[in-house]
């Protein structure tokens, strides 16, 4: 495991990102699991998160607005499918949750205890690897994945 920096894999149709973060497992779920911290790192560099409505239990849906530095808003919804707290979190990502499924992916956020800290591991998986490409092409979906672990360690550095 990288420590301070994000470690990034594709495979096929499955991106997985891992990154030490020197906080307990139970902080670091945390960060992912309360509206009001999620505000503060969310999304890329540049991005900024209003959050619509986030029933944060299995079933429960995420509704949010990723508010772009070019002044564009990207609305997103999410439906938690498993959740084991300090363990994992498992989501669909569903679109805009208008209609439009132009990005649909699943992903699995693991919470690994490793010492007196914590090893995260997303995993980002699409429906075939073409749609992995086109969803990179298009939004620069691994590079952005890799800036918003980066701002979470931003985060939490702040919170120390």
Known sequence: ???NNVETNVEGNKVIYKRYFDVSAELLFEMWSMPEHL???WGPDGFTLTTKR????????????????????????????????????????????????????ESKILFEANGEGTNLIMEQIF??????????????????????????????????
């Open 1 to 3: 495991m990288i420590k």
């Open 39 to 41: 505000a503060e790192w």
């Open 54 to 105: 986030m029933d944060f239990t299995n079933g429960g849906i995420w509704e949010f607005i990723m508010h772009g530095p070019d002044g564009h808003d990207y609305k997103n919804k999410i439906q938690f499918t498993d959740i084991k707290e300090s363990h994992h979190i498992y989501y669909k990502h569903l679109g805009d949750g208008e209609g439009d499924h132009d990005v649909h992916f």
């Open 127 to 160: 429906p075939s690897k073409e749609e992995l490409e086109r969803v990179n092409e298009k939004y620069g979906a691994i590079e952005g994945a890799k800036q918003h672990i980066g701002n979470l360690a931003k985060y939490l550095e702040k919170l120390k």
